[in-house]
């Protein structure tokens, strides 16, 4: 059996793990919410929009699964945390007005990102330990990876509510207050209103609905801003744990080595 000191590089791997199941399935979770939410995207125009990124992470994989032996690991996850925080910051600046063409780049960049992170940091997590104990090495990896994703869906999902139920507390407050331009819109609508027939205590009712959705989806994009820059902070957090590796390079890598 390995000893203490062996597992250290897939205990490190591991622990990695969890955090990329963390910020990835959180990210994951909180986009397709984004376009159908406040886009009015449906489920097949999502997905139609996450697909390149799905690609862009599969051709990744491949391409590393062919050089692994020559590739340290550690290289290619901080190329890939930093293409994850990059897309992350780059979705974060979202709007209202924003649309499909706006996000295609930034999932191509976070598909290779997850594409340099996956193959590499399993076959490096694995390395140290012995044939015996690689399955169940590897089942922990998996299992950590996806208690990792579970419990960042979770987060995101209390931290959107929370997030915007702050930011809609924030935006109304000059409402309260009497702010003029907030005054004058609701005349302006009010008015629009009576002029179809309305009464102007119906018409008072209809601008201030219409205003309450347009507060309300701006402080959703509050919301989802600011979990797009968690989910990059929450990968990044994860880099120190490289710091427990010696070297990156898989077991067949290193095993060529000694032979020479």
């Known amino acids: 059996m390995c000893g203490p000191a062996c597992h250290r590089r897939?205990?490190?791997?591991?622990?990695?793990?969890?955090?990329?199941?963390?910020?990835?399935?959180?990210?994951?979770?909180?986009?397709?919410?984004?376009l159908q939410q406040l886009h009015g995207f449906t489920a097949w125009q999502t997905g139609k929009v996450i697909f390149p990124g799905a690609i862009a992470s599969a051709l990744t994989m491949a391409v590393?699964?062919?050089n692994a032996n020559r590739i340290d690991a550690r290289y290619t996850i901080v190329a890939g945390v930093a293409m994850f925080g990059v897309c992350m910051y780059w979705l974060s600046g979202l709007s209202l007005d924003g649309g499909a063409d706006d996000v295609f780049w930034?999932?191509?960049?976070?598909g290779v990102g997850m594409g340099l992170i996956f193959v590499p940091l399993t076959n490096a997590s694995m390395a140290d330990l012995s044939p015996v104990d690689v399955p169940q090495g590897t089942a922990l990896f998996n299992l950590t990876r996806q208690l990792g994703g579970s419990l960042g869906i979770a987060i995101m999902a209390t931290l959107l509510?929370?997030?915007t139920s702050g930011a809609r507390a924030n935006l109304v407050t000059p409402m309260s207050a009497g702010d003029p331009e907030v005054t004058s819109?609701?005349?302006t609508r009010s008015r629009a209103?009576?002029?179809?027939?309305?009464?102007?205590?119906?018409a008072a009712a209809q601008a201030y609905s219409v205003l309450e959705r347009q507060v309300l989806a701006q402080a959703s994009v509050i919301a989802f801003s600011k979990l797009y820059l968690i989910s990059g902070v929450l990968m990044v957090l994860g880099l120190p744990l490289l710091l427990f590796w010696k070297t990156g390079r898989n077991r067949a890598a290193m095993s060529a080595a000694d032979m020479h």
């Open 10 to 34: 897939s205990t490190a791997g591991v622990t990695f793990a969890a955090a990329l199941g963390l910020a990835m399935y959180g990210s994951i979770f909180v986009l397709p919410v984004f």
């Open 64 to 66: 590393l699964g062919r």
């Open 106 to 110: 930034p999932l191509i960049l976070r």
């Open 193 to 202: 209103v009576i002029a179809r027939g309305s009464d102007a205590t119906t």
């Open 185 to 187: 819109r609701i005349a």
């Open 161 to 163: 509510q929370r997030f």
